[in-house]
């Protein structure tokens, strides 16, 4: 059974930074394109990161790429996304996924259940 599981999402202050992690299980996760998604209240998922399967190339939404950064760790199956200088409008529920190249959620057959990152003004 595939297991996607983030952490690390919480209240913060703008300017201020988070980790979000997502550990897999049930997969061969040195195989897959990880991704991170966030849905806002009222708005659909969007993309916000993707990383190779071996790490060595990323790719970023533009409103998060001078701010955000996604690495792996595959000896642990882990997935990060470092996030800096946070606005309120990266407020939104932030998901973990699992499969192939691309920023469209159809690329990811398989998805965490989400953690909240809400930023305060």
């Known amino acids: 059974q595939v297991q996607l599981v983030e952490s690390g999402g919480g209240l913060v202050q703008a300017g201020g930074s988070l980790r979000l992690s997502c550990v897999a299980s049930?997969?061969?996760?040195?195989?897959?394109?990880m991704g991170w998604f966030r849905q806002a209240p009222g708005k659909e998922r969007e993309f916000v990161a993707t990383?190779?399967?071996?790490?060595?190339?990323?790719y970023y939404e533009d409103s998060v790429k001078d701010r955000f950064t996604i690495f792996r760790d595959n000896a642990k199956n882990t997935v990060h996304l470092e996030m800096n200088s946070l606005k309120p409008e990266d407020t939104a529920v932030y998901y973990c996924?699992?499969?192939?190249?691309?920023?469209?959620?159809?690329?990811?057959?398989?998805w965490g259940q989400g953690t909240q990152v809400t930023v305060s003004s």
């Open positions: 990383i190779s399967s071996s790490g060595a190339r990323t």
């Open positions: 049930g997969i061969s996760f040195s195989y897959y394109v």
């Open positions: 996924a699992a499969g192939s190249w691309g920023v469209s959620s159809a690329e990811y057959p398989y």
